[in-house]
């Protein structure tokens, strides 16, 4: 230190600048709610709907704009909004564009609590929910009040994967917004803003990050991207003024998975597969789910839609009718590898049961009887899994 102020206000102002040309494989970190202006001149001519708007810490950082820009690219789209959570983006699609009285459509194997959120805004806001077969695109029936539709490619329980064309085909001819959840495609299995030879596209894309783009299973953050101007200063405009923000550290976490998001999702869709074939040849089970598998619901959608066949780490088995709650819960219980736990795309291995008729709407004609398990496939290697279940299924046998 070379100038006379005190020790205390020193420790404040360290004085030290990165030289220019400094540099690291990860960009800087920004922590900020406290912007500081170099003037009161950008103080007075800031634009807060200017692309970037360095104003004040929620409405974003070079660290956040960083990771928006990849993901917009890796999806596609031009323009990316992050938000706390998966579930977080897709409210505030919801919240941006349903009015009272506007008619929503959402597939029946939507995610859980974004059909939750919904029925909450119908209650108290008048917003009509409708519910479509994924797999049969002449059960999505709009009117003049249909504002928006949601898609999701696959579901992530039952892993129908949906008429995505016809679906979208039909919203455009009657002017509904397209809402695409993206996590399971995670913009690697195909492109959501040009996905066939006629280049449809979706409008809005949502994206769990808390999945693939974290990969850890340690943080919890969304995506909404687009590549609509007027609709991203609609969603920009939502996300200002409800406060929606993330954190530097975390953002700095997923912009550090990032690079290797395209081998960790090949690799744990290869483990999957293989997990596939095996589980199909069980006895016990009597249906297994995966858009590859072509048994599966919405398989030749799959194959039309994915660039390469790409998938998810995800796939579900339902389990003979004659197997109870209490045997399948003895068979989650005896898992040593597969954890019991919420969400996936981490390292670790999950798993989940779940209950169809509690789930679903419509009356289900390509789903077996039976409770479901969902396997949530991590880095591990097949063989061990596969070890793993083999176990579990026979502890429930004794
Ligand atoms: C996990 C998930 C979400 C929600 O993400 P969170 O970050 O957990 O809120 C939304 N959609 C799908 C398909 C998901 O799997």
């Known amino acids: 230190m070379t100038d006379n102020k005190t020790i205390q206000t020193q420790l404040i102002h360290a004085p030290r600048k990165a030289p220019q040309y400094i540099a690291s494989i990860q960009p800087p970190l920004f922590r900020a709610s406290t912007i500081i202006f170099p003037s009161t001149a950008h103080l007075f001519d800031r634009h807060w709907t200017d692309a970037y708007d360095y104003s004040y810490g929620t409405h974003g950082t070079p660290t956040t704009y960083t990771l928006a820009d990849q993901l917009a690219q890796l999806e596609g789209g031009t323009h990316c909004l992050l938000a706390p959570s998966g579930l977080s983006a897709i409210n505030l699609v919801n919240s941006t564009f349903l009015n009272q009285g506007d008619e929503v459509w959402v597939p029946d194997n939507v995610y859980g609590p974004n059909m939750e959120h919904l029925k909450n805004l119908q209650q108290r806001y008048g917003i009509i929910v409708k519910v479509y ?137 290869k483990t999957t597969q293989d997990l596939l074939a095996w589980l199909k040849q069980q006895p016990e089970f009597a249906q297994a789910l995966h858009p590859a598998d072509a048994n599966s619901p919405g398989h030749a959608f799959w194959q039309e839609i994915c660039i390469d066949q790409q998938s998810a780490g995800l796939v579900s088995v339902i389990f003979q009718a004659n197997y109870d709650i209490s045997a399948v819960r003895r068979f989650c219980d005896a898992l ?62 004794k």
């Open 133 to 269: 077969n994924p797999i049969d695109a002449n059960s999505f029936t709009p009117s003049a009040h249909t504002k928006l539709i949601w898609l999701e490619a696959a579901g992530s329980v039952t892993l129908e994967f949906p008429d995505l064309k016809n679906l979208v085909k039909k919203a455009r001819q009657a002017n509904v917004l397209i809402a695409l959840d993206n996590t399971w495609g995670a913009g690697l299995a195909f492109n959501a803003f040009d996905f066939s030879d006629e280049h449809l596209s979706v409008d809005i894309t949502v994206h769990a990050l808390t999945k693939y783009p974290s990969g850890g299973g340690d943080i919890l953050m969304g995506s909404v991207i687009t590549r609509d101007q007027k609709l991203y200063h609609q969603l920009f405009k939502m996300h200002a003024t409800q406060g929606i923000c993330v954190s530097g550290d975390d953002t700095a976490q997923v912009i550090r998975s990032l690079p290797h998001i395209r081998l960790r999702y090949q690799q744990q869709a």
């Open 336 to 397: 040593t590898l597969f954890k019991l736990g919420f969400s996936w795309g981490g390292p670790v291995s999950l798993v989940m049961l779940y209950d169809l008729k509690q789930m679903r709407v419509l009356p289900n004609t390509h789903l077996q009887q039976g409770l479901l398990v969902r396997f949530c496939i991590g880095l591990e290697s097949a063989q061990d899994l596969i070890q793993d279940i083999q176990n579990a299924l026979q502890q429930i046998e």
